[in-house]
T-cell receptor
Framework: GESVGLHLPTLSVQEGDNSIINCAYS??????FIWYKQESGKGPQFIID?????DKRQGQRVTVLLNKTVKHLSLQIAATQPGDSAVYFC????????????FGKGTTLSVSS | DAGVIQSPRHEVTEMGQEVTLRCKPI?????LFWYRQTMMRGLELLIY????????DSGMPEDRFSAKMPNASFSTLKIQPSEPRDSAVYFC?????????FGSGTRLTVV
C-alpha cells in the first residue's frame, strides 16, 4: 500500500552537530511534503514544507531536500540544539491521499550537550 | 488565535463505556481531520471533513467509531463501546490555504 516511511527510528547527536533525518515515500503522485516536530505531550508542529516542483527549500536552521527520482525526502538541521530533541515525522499529501496528510512512523532525535 | 482546541486532554474509561472526544477547529479552516497515534502504528488518519461533510472515513477502524461535524466550529469522535485496544492519543487538525494545524490531543486510556 501507499505509505511514508523513515530510514532510522532514532538519531543521537551532539549539540552543535548537523542532523540529517531521512524519509522514503512510495506514492509518486504526492505533490506536497511536510516535516513535523512532535514534543512529548504535544501535537505535531510544522517545521518546513516543500512542493514537488522544488528540490530544496531552506528555513531557519532547517533545510528540506526532495529527490523525486528515488522518492526520498530529508530534513537537515544545522547546529542542532538540545531543544531540537523530539520525534520528527515526514508527511505527504496529494494523489490518492487527497487533502489528508499521510505520516511516516517518525524518527526520535536526541541531542546531548 | 487559540489554535485547535481538543477536550478532554486525558480520558480514562472502562471497557464497554461510550467515549466522546471533542474538537474545535480554527475559525475559517474548511478542513478537519481526526488522527490516532499509537507506538505501534504511528499517526493514522481516521476521517476528514470538508465544509462539515465527511470526505473519507476509510480509516475508521470499525463500526464502534463514529465522527460528526454538526457545524464549522465543532466536531466529535465517538467510540461505543470502547475497548482497551482503543487506548491511544487522538489528534484533531484543521486546515486552510495556510496549512495544517494540530491540536494538543486527547490521551485515551481504556481499562
Amino acid at each position: 500500500g501507499e505509505s511514508v516511511g523513515l530510514h532510522l527510528p532514532t538519531l543521537s547527536v551532539q549539540e552543535g552537530d548537523n542532523s540529517i533525518i531521512n524519509c522514503a515515500y512510495s506514492n509518486s503522485a504526492s505533490d506536497y511534503f511536510i516535516w513535523y516536530k512532535q514534543e512529548s505531550g504535544k501535537g505535531p508542529q510544522f517545521i518546513i514544507d516543500i512542493r514537488s516542483n522544488m528540490d530544496k527549500r531552506q528555513g531557519q536552521r532547517v533545510t528540506v531536500l526532495l529527490n523525486k527520482t528515488v522518492k526520498h525526502l530529508s530534513l537537515q538541521i544545522a547546529a542542532t540544539q538540545p531543544g531540537d530533541s523530539a520525534v520528527y515525522f515526514c508527511a505527504e499529501t496529494g494523489g490518492q491521499a487527497g487533502t489528508a496528510l499521510i505520516f511516516g512512523k517518525g524518527t526520535t532525535l536526541s541531542v546531548s550537550s | 488565535d487559540a489554535g485547535v482546541i481538543q477536550s478532554p486532554r486525558h480520558e480514562v474509561t472502562e471497557m464497554g463505556q461510550e467515549v466522546t472526544l471533542r474538537c474545535k477547529p480554527i475559525s475559517g479552516h474548511d478542513y478537519l481531520f481526526w488522527y490516532r497515534q499509537t507506538m505501534m502504528r504511528g499517526l493514522e488518519l481516521l476521517i476528514y471533513f470538508n465544509n462539515n461533510v465527511p470526505i473519507d472515513d476509510s480509516g475508521m477502524p470499525e463500526d464502534r467509531f463514529s465522527a460528526k461535524m454538526p457545524n464549522a466550529s465543532f466536531s466529535t469522535l465517538k467510540i461505543q463501546p470502547s475497548e482497551p485496544r482503543d487506548s491511544a492519543v487522538y489528534f484533531c487538525a484543521s486546515k486552510s490555504m495556510g496549512g495544517y494545524t494540530f491540536g494538543s490531543g486527547t490521551r485515551l486510556t481504556v481499562v
